[in-house]
């Protein structure tokens, strides 16, 4: 019964009788395979749904009492697949065969009456129990093509022409898209069982296509549902991105500033994303067949702090289309029981505002058992899930955590340059694994030339290391990068583990972890950005060297740059995601060997009283 519209940036919740009953929030799940599983009926098959395996009519009345709104289901055919090295077409047998003019315009759309009364017994019974469909016209980027003949005749040739039909505007394929994209917006024009519409879904992970196509597809199908759809229901364009990856093919920033807007193009009006094993989810410095450590927490708030920004700056909402992970990999984080990670990710979301975010996958069929990423929970039937089921209704899942400071500390120390802070050396700080945390907040940067400046330095005579900021040569590219020294020769781990920390009065904590080996890990706001590859000599600690914290002034530097810095903290060890993790969400600090809050002192609060001394006059300043 409800549906979404997007008002001001916010998605709102209208119910059927068209009435705004206010903004959305809460879980949603997907479904994808309601319509297969019932061989695309209006009625269901005795032999594909029972106890185990519970059709709609049944799932809906126990989804809407427990609490589901938003259910997101593919609404056409998307199994097409070679087979045989013929081709296995599905389309046309449940929807329909199309007709074509001599220039591949659409004569008719030649839709079944069957398949429409599938679609519709759906949306009815949907709406009969006040749950709302998020449809997708589209999956399977190669089903098209099959059906129009426009894919090749064996598995070699079927990808690339299908591919070009999909990337030609004038194909049989993409004027079929349109036709059926309009038809399908104009049939459900005024069906309340409709909450939102997906654009397309994985035409990029799944055909290959290029940016510039994929956004042309997301695009025109959008138009043609917004220009089709009475209640003006939020569109989003499925996920159809760039697909995260490990290493990323490009920054992070990149990612924000320049794909996102360009593959959520107008009308769609939310950036849609889905976190799967492999990305944010678990970690972006993890690859997506790695053995995940049993003391992993999930890294995803920064990540969905960033995206709300995104998404701010975008004027759209952000919506988390997909994210789960597979009971295998739950055994490995050794999580089937508590659900940790889920906890973790549910409060992000609801910590960083995210609206709407969908569960994958509920009740999806035989096949998502395998992959064991299915969920099914009902008074008859369970898949061992329960778990999972419990966390998607708990606490995390239905009201906001609490805000929580960055870093916990009252006052921050003002830096300028020129002002230094000594810590006297210790043995506790001669461990050649070790970590640094700290917590930075850029108000004012200068322009110079090719300068490293160290601001945080344990490091002589070429041994040691350096937290250094990096070719300050704009405002906009001041960055921060931790070097090892190994001996007389420099040596540094060079592979990507900086971190920008130019945002203007934004707060930044930042934790760098080192191995023996020279092999750093870089974590921005609990998120893993870089991990960085060993060293090609050893690593050599400065023994006997103190720490300073400050930089000191450069004849070469044009303005006067300010920073805050707090909580500087040192560990004798690579600290775990968990303990990263439990740093930035509670406060929590695990056997530091120093710690200097800089909150209106230098004194070392790790226990071993090694406090900071400095010749300088210190300003300390409320954080805000």
Not at 285 to 312: C, H, I, K, N, W
Request: hydrophobic content about 40%; some cysteine.
């Amino acid at each position: 019964m409800p549906y979404i519209k997007v008002i001001n940036g916010v998605m709102q919740e209208f119910n059927a009788a068209g009435v705004n009953t206010g903004k959305v929030s809460g879980i949603g799940l997907n479904s994808h395979a309601y319509l297969e599983r019932r061989t695309w009926s209006a009625v269901a098959a005795a032999t594909t749904t029972n106890d185990s395996n519970p059709d709609y009519p049944a799932d809906f009345p126990y989804l809407a009492a427990n609490g589901f709104k938003y259910i997101q289901v593919m609404m056409a055919p998307f199994n097409g697949t070679m087979a045989d090295g013929t081709g296995y077409q599905v389309w046309d047998y449940v929807v329909g065969k199309p007709k074509f003019a001599d220039d591949n315009t659409v004569v008719d759309l030649g839709i079944n009456d069957t398949y429409w009364a599938a679609v519709k017994a759906l949306l009815d019974c949907a709406l009969a129990n006040g749950i709302g469909i998020i449809a997708c016209p589209f999956w399977n980027p190669y089903a098209v093509p099959e059906l129009v003949g426009e894919a090749g005749a064996t598995r070699t040739e079927h990808d690339v022409i299908a591919r070009a039909a999909l990337i030609n505007p004038q194909s049989k394929t993409r004027h079929y898209m349109r036709a059926f994209a309009q038809a399908f917006a104009q049939r459900y024009s005024n069906h309340a069982g409709i909450a939102a519409w997906m654009a397309a879904q994985e035409l990029m992970a799944g055909a290959k296509i290029d940016l510039n196509s994929t956004r042309e597809i997301i695009q025109e199908t959008a138009q043609l549902l917004r220009d089709n759809d009475t209640l003006a229901r939020m569109i989003s364009s499925g996920n159809a991105g760039i697909a995260h990856t490990s290493p990323r093919q490009g920054s992070l920033q990149q990612y924000v500033e320049e794909t996102l807007p360009f593959m959520n193009p107008d009308p769609v009006d939310c950036l849609c994303e889905n976190l799967f094993p492999g990305n944010e989810y678990v970690s972006s410095g993890l690859l997506e067949g790695a053995d995940l450590p049993s003391d992993f927490v999930s890294s995803s708030l920064a990540y969905l702090q960033v995206m709300q920004r995104a998404a701010e700056k975008l004027g759209k909402p952000y919506y988390l289309g997909s994210f789960c992970l597979s009971k295998k990999q739950e055994r490995a984080l050794q999580d089937t029981e508590r659900q940790d990670n889920l906890h973790a990710l549910l409060s992000a979301i609801r910590r960083t505002g995210v609206q709407l975010a969908c569960y994958w996958a509920w009740n999806a069929g035989k096949a998502m058992e395998v992959g064991e990423m299915n969920l099914v929970q009902t008074p008859t039937h369970t898949n061992e899930r329960e778990p999972v089921w419990n966390a998607l209704r708990g606490d995390d899942a239905i009201r906001p955590a609490p805000p929580k400071p960055c870093f916990g500390v009252t006052k921050t120390l003002q830096f300028q340059p020129g002002l230094m802070l000594t810590v006297p050396s210790s043995v506790r700080y001669e461990s050649a694994d070790f970590s640094l945390s700290y917590c930075i907040r850029q108000q004012a940067v200068t322009s110079t030339k090719d300068v490293d400046q160290a601001f945080i330095k344990r490091q002589s005579n070429s041994k040691g290391w350096a937290l250094l900021q990096k070719f300050i040569t704009t405002q906009n590219n001041l960055s921060t990068y931790l070097q090892l020294w190994g001996g007389n020769a420099v040596s540094s781990n060079s592979n990507g583990h900086g971190a920008k920390v130019d945002v203007t009065d934004r707060w930044l904590r930042c934790t760098y972890t080192v191995k023996h080996d020279g092999s750093i890990s870089l974590y921005v706001d609990d998120f893993l950005m870089y991990q960085g590859n060993k060293m090609a000599q050893p690593f050599v600690n400065a023994v006997g060297t103190p720490l300073v914290i400050g930089r000191a002034v450069n004849a070469l530097e044009q303005g006067t740059p300010a920073w805050q810095l707090s909580d500087v903290i040192l560990y004798d060890r690579v600290l775990t995601p968990k303990e990263v993790y439990d740093y930035g969400q509670y406060g929590i600090v695990h056997r530091p060997v120093g710690r200097w809050k800089l909150d209106g002192n230098l004194e070392d609060s790790s226990g071993f009283g090694n406090h900071a001394s400095t010749p300088g006059q210190l300003v300390y300043v409320n954080v805000g």
